[in-house]
């Protein structure tokens, strides 16, 4: 089915610990974000591309990489987990708004529990 | 910096009953969308509006923008258990890609 995958769905890191979410989209869309969502303050963008070799820093970019090598990928790194960085995490894609209806579609997320 | 506030943050309402969600933004705004998420789940579009004085209908919601006063609503008509959610707002500016949240309004629903 086409859409947005994320890996892993579920993920417990210690303290330090770095580790790789995968996000991929099968749908040839140019930008590609992602988020983090906390109870009680919405989604805040991470980190966003919008193209392959294209990324830039969200709102929240701290102690998290980002690389855009193809169109399909963008993998989120933590580098060193901390448990201010437990969340559910969201990919999300989108083509250009050229057309007067193009929208976002997200994935199913990943939740992330840092100890 | 682009803020997106909504009202109110938790709603408890009776089924049949009507009821408004509201979303005010800071700045200009290119496209105002509305997402519903269950527990748990991921972000269901239910809108995209684009320009004043829009308005869209999809069985029990409706959406509406106002860009002068920048404000969009979404109102529940005759609420059913079904709807029970959270709903959220979002908004872009300037570069498509960067979405910009307002903090969800959670909506419960009662026999």
């Known amino acids: 089915n086409a859409g947005v995958t994320q890996t892993p769905k579920f993920q417990v890191l210690k303290t330090g610990q770095s580790m790789t979410l995968q996000c991929a989209q099968d749908m040839n869309h140019e930008y590609m974000s992602w988020y983090r969502q906390d109870p009680g303050m919405g989604l805040r963008l991470i980190h966003y591309?919008?193209?392959?070799?294209?990324?830039d820093q969200g709102e929240v970019p701290n102690g998290y990489n980002v690389s855009r090598s193809t169109t399909e990928d963008f993998p989120l790194r933590l580098l060193s987990a901390a448990p201010s960085q437990t969340s559910v995490y969201f990919c999300?894609?989108?083509?250009?708004?050229?057309?007067?209806?193009?929208?976002?579609?997200f994935g199913s997320g990943t939740r992330l529990t840092v100890v | 910096e682009l803020k997106v506030e909504q009202n109110p943050l938790f709603l408890s309402m009776q089924e049949g009953k009507n009821y408004t969600i509201y979303c005010n933004y800071s700045?200009?705004?290119?496209?105002l969308y509305w997402y519903r998420q269950d527990p748990g789940k991921s972000l269901e579009s239910l809108f995209v509006l684009l320009s004043n004085g829009a308005v869209k209908q999809e069985g029990r919601l409706m959406a509406s923008l106002d860009t002068k006063a920048r404000l969009s609503t979404l109102h529940i008509t005759a609420a059913v258990h079904d709807l029970s959610a959270t709903y959220f707002c979002?908004?872009?500016?300037?570069?498509?890609?960067?979405?910009?949240f307002g903090t969800g309004t959670r909506l419960q629903v009662t026999l």
């Open positions: 999300a894609s989108s083509p250009p708004h050229r057309g007067l209806e193009d929208g976002y579609t």
């Open positions: 700045t200009t705004s290119d496209r």
């Open positions: 979002a908004v872009t500016t300037g570069t498509a890609s960067k979405l910009t």
């Open positions: 591309s919008v193209g392959a070799g294209i990324t």
